[in-house]
């Protein structure tokens, strides 16, 4: 379950958490595995005012969302751990600024979907991503809000492992910034609503 630690609350305003999953480094910077990292870059742009520090072993970026949170925080997370070991980041963010699962968001790849199909969803296993499943061990729960961004099943004769580690084509690449503006609405209207707004307007 969810570690609630209120001593460790540093910030009684949290609204949201959202927290990209990807692997640090510039080789895996255009990964199919570090759309989430891509899309936390683009919600950045968007926001365009944030405070950043490494802390808690993951890249974490302090925001004061003022136009639709009314001035409560928003941590955007990028985990510095590796995917495999993601937990290890999300973990020590939740037990140093509780936040109820409604409120984490996790920004995946999945291959179970099209590529460029965004879904939002609460809750529920891992399906074989290992950063999610990283997750859900450290936490020892499920019941937190994921955006699955599609990337769809690798070519005959791909081992999946090799796949979500090469680079996006030109064209898939392409698509996903032309994708972005409307990827970070939706991802900006579940920090001002809830995931059920998101999973209804969006899925």
Do not use: W
Request: charged share 30%.
């Amino acid at each position: 379950m969810f570690c609630m630690k209120k001593r460790n609350c540093k910030n009684k305003r949290l609204q949201k958490i959202i927290i990209g999953l990807g692997n640090p480094g510039e080789k895996f910077k255009k990964n199919r595995h570090n759309i989430g990292f891509l899309i936390c870059d683009g919600i950045l742009k968007k926001l365009d005012n944030f405070e950043s520090e490494i802390k808690f072993f993951g890249q974490i970026y302090k925001i004061n969302y003022k136009k639709c949170c009314k001035n409560k925080g928003v941590l955007i997370v990028k985990p510095l751990t590796y995917m495999n070991e993601s937990g290890k980041c999300v973990k020590e963010i939740i037990n140093n600024y509780p936040i109820s699962p409604n409120n984490l968001l996790v920004i995946q790849d999945d291959m179970d979907l099209n590529f460029g199909r965004v879904k939002f969803k609460l809750g529920g296993g891992s399906a074989g991503h290992k950063g999610v499943e990283s997750i859900i061990d450290k936490l020892n729960d499920d019941n937190f809000c994921r955006l699955r961004f599609g990337i769809g099943r690798p070519p005959e004769g791909i081992d999946p492992v090799d796949y979500v580690l090469e680079d996006f084509i030109n064209k898939e690449l392409r698509l996903i910034k032309e994708s972005m503006k409307d990827i970070v609405k939706a991802v900006l209207d579940y920090i001002k609503i809830d995931i059920k707004f998101v999973m209804e307007k969006y899925n």
